[in-house]
């Protein structure tokens, strides 16, 4: 980690995501990815998620919304999952997404559902919570 931002973001990105989740994005790097996983950590992480305003539950339940709303499943999944780590319950999940199916429509809203109400039943069964299954990002 070459500064400030990458150190703030790895420890948040960790912190979210979990120790294992991070651990496996960066033993699958490659040099083509790489730069990509730099710009996640610094950008996303280092900048975004790091900010003081809101807290993790409060940007885990933007992030589920904003996901579902643009049909990203694979990356809305990790994030429910994440959920484990940022204090967000299945009822703010649950009320996340009836907002989506307000603002984004229902069709956006009843496949988010969907994918929320699978993984929070493999969280309940004992299933890792740390983004296993989803994207190395």
Known sequence: MSDLRD???DA???RVLGDAHVDRAHRNMSAF???FQE???RGAWGEVWS???LTPRERSMLTITLLAALGHHDEMAMHVRATANTGASAADVQEALL????????PAANTAFAIAKRVLAEMTAGSSADG?????R
């Open 39 to 41: 710009f996640i950590t």
């Open 33 to 35: 990815d790489a730069p």
């Open 7 to 9: 150190t703030r973001g």
């Open 99 to 106: 907002h989506v199916a307000v603002y984004a429509g229902v």
């Open 51 to 53: 900010r003081p305003h």
């Open 132 to 136: 296993e299954g989803g994207q190395d």
């Open 12 to 14: 948040m990105r960790r």
